[in-house]
């Protein structure tokens, strides 16, 4: 049974920075892809970033690119989520998936595992 649990979140000023965590439990880390995910108030969840499973490969959500960056330590089965410059429009819960394909990318259908989400506040 494949575990994720994020933390980092809270509440910070536009303009400003936060990483996201995601330890992940269960499974040998490097055989998952991971995501992150965010959902807003009344808002549909939303792609915002992938990395492969030896970190290869990421991808991004247009909507972040250039402010974001996605990694992963998989020596402590950990991956990240660096935010800068963000944005009101950045506040939601922040969601941490994986999946066993090699890349799950941008959809959230290709995910088998997810975290229980981070709180995200930006005050403008």
């Known amino acids: 049974q494949v575990q994720l649990v994020e933390s980092g979140g809270g509440l910070v000023q536009a303009g400003g920075s936060l990483r996201l965590s995601c330890a992940a439990s269960?499974?040998?880390?490097?055989?998952?892809?991971m995501g992150w995910f965010r959902q807003a108030p009344g808002k549909e969840r939303e792609f915002v970033a992938a990395i492969s499973r030896i970190g290869g490969s990421t991808g991004y959500a247009d909507s972040v690119k250039g402010r974001f960056t996605i990694s992963r330590a998989n020596a402590k089965n950990t991956v990240y989520l660096q935010m800068n410059s963000l944005k009101s429009e950045d506040t939601a819960v922040y969601y941490c998936?994986?999946?066993?394909?090699?890349?799950?990318?941008?959809?959230?259908?290709?995910?088998?595992?997810w975290g229980q989400g981070t709180q995200v506040t930006v005050s403008s």
């Open positions: 269960g499974r040998p880390f490097s055989s998952l892809a």
């Open positions: 998936a994986g999946t066993g394909r090699y890349y799950g990318g941008g959809r959230s259908t290709e995910y088998d595992y």
